[in-house]
């Protein structure tokens, strides 16, 4: 893990940030299911809590993060400035599978168990000190906690020293959210407008506070690197597309579009890397029936090495489903290396792994949902349609105009330095924490 700049530090800690009491340092609490360790990593979730917690700890502020980490490991550890808590370790043990195996079992003794222990051993020795704390919860999982956190806090008349966010990273479960108690117990927050226009339908005002970057995201793979991978696959159109293998995700689409580059002669090369969803099966189906030659490949061994061997004989090969894991270097090549990457989807909340190709100098192809940094022709391919036609009239005019292509890798690693956790912190939640400390917490009845 890279270090923040620690000229940083000052300017994130502001006094209306800082605890009353002198010497106590601000407490921030990250409440989630994913979380750093593989058992916990499932997509983009796991590395917006992972680059959250870290950038809060490398900026001074006294940080726990409470996750379902894997069960083999330490319930408590202390890596540098970051507390990590693993939790419902006890049942992961019985659910090797990962974080949402046992999900429903994992959902009810968080949010039974967490919350006291949170308030008895962490947060009530800091409050009854003088000090202010700040829990930041995500995705649905957390709602029930989130409501007993709250009761428990008022029940100890301690709840305006604790501001509360819950934040959607998605839809998923809505229906089973009670808003009107959530938005008494937390400040509702999403991350893209798009995502706050869908929670206006469920009649919630959510504030918009974007995803961010880690510093690691920002590191460039090494050029030689990247001319070995672009030696390797010489006069091909390299696609990389690195989703779920969700119908939301476009893959339909993709396939839609790299036979129709077929039938213009582009010779085009999509390397995939899906998931272990069952839409897998129907994606694969569909490009043996649009005479799409495909082969699945595991990487050998994690890096660039492993890399370049994956992709070793594929001149024949019209698609490569990448079977395993890509590891932080080789994800970073894949991304900067590749024509373009298919980053469209037909409902993304906020497209990470659009404004992560833009980080290390890619070509991002994105949809129109919830992708607000994608400015069309500027830093990123935009489409919004689903035809593959639009696809190749917006590529075809990188292919016929270099300055273009470079033009835009450049801006997308430009706009990509503007979304590091550290300038989200910055921009985004200590102004808000600014404003909510120039009003007291109002006075909620406790049953209601």
């Known amino acids: 893990m890279l270090k923040a700049n620690p000229s940083h530090r000052a300017s994130l800690r502001p006094r209306f940030f800082s605890s009353q009491a002198h010497n106590i340092p601000q407490q921030c609490h990250i409440l989630a299911f994913e979380g750093p360790d593989p058992y916990a990593r499932a997509g983009g979730i796991a590395s917006r809590i992972s680059g959250l917690a870290w950038a809060l700890a490398e900026s001074g502020f006294e940080t726990h993060l409470w996750f379902v980490g894997d069960p083999d490991l330490p319930g408590h550890e202390i890596r540098q400035q970051l507390q990590l808590h693993r939790w419902c370790q006890w049942i992961s043990r019985h659910h090797p599978a990962g974080v949402y195996d046992g999900e429903e079992a994992k959902y009810d003794d968080y949010a039974a168990s967490l919350p006291p222990f949170l308030l008895r ?19 649905w999982h957390t709602v029930d906690t989130v409501l007993h956190l709250d009761w428990l806090l008022r029940e100890a008349r301690v709840r305006s020293q604790v501001t509360i966010f819950w934040n959607a990273n998605n839809t998923f479960c809505f229906d089973r959210i009670d808003w009107s108690r959530l938005a008494k117990a937390a400040i509702i927050t999403t991350v893209s407008r798009y995502m706050k226009h869908l929670m206006q339908g469920f009649g919630v005002n959510a504030l918009a506070i974007p995803n961010g970057l880690s510093t690691d995201d920002l590191v460039a793979p090494k050029s030689e690197a990247v001319r070995a991978f672009r030696c390797r696959v010489q006069g091909r159109t390299v696609l990389s597309k690195v989703a779920r293998w ?203």
């Open 246 to 448: 969700d119908p939301d995700k476009s893959w339909l689409l993709a396939v839609e579009t790299v036979s129709a580059m077929k039938r213009l002669g582009w010779r085009p090369l999509l390397l995939a890397r899906g998931g272990i969803e069952a839409h897998g099966n129907e994606v694969l189906a569909m490009a043996a029936r649009r005479g799409l030659r495909v082969v699945e490949r595991i990487m050998p061994n994690s890096g660039m090495r492993g890399l370049l061997r994956m992709i070793e004989s594929v001149r024949d090969v019209d698609m490569v489903s990448i079977c395993s894991h890509l590891d932080p270097d080789s994800r970073r090549v894949l991304l900067r290396a590749s024509d373009a990457v298919l980053a469209n989807s037909r409902h993304e909340p906020f497209g990470l792994v659009g404004l992560e190709t833009m980080a290390v100098g890619g070509v991002a192809c994105t949809g129109c949902s919830g992708e607000d940094y994608a400015m069309p022709g500027r830093n990123a391919l935009v489409l919004e349609t689903t035809d593959p036609l639009e696809f190749l009239g917006l590529f075809g005019e990188l292919r016929e105009n270099p300055a273009l292509e470079r033009a835009i890798r450049r801006a997308g690693r430009t706009t990509a330095k503007q979304y590091t956790w550290l300038q989200i912190i910055q921009r985004h939640l200590l102004p808000r924490l600014r404003l909510l400390a120039m009003r007291p917490t109002p006075s909620i009845p406790m049953g209601a």
């Open 121 to 139: 051993e962490v947060l009530l020795p800091h409050l009854q000190r003088g000090g202010k704390a700040v829990v930041l919860a995500e995705e």
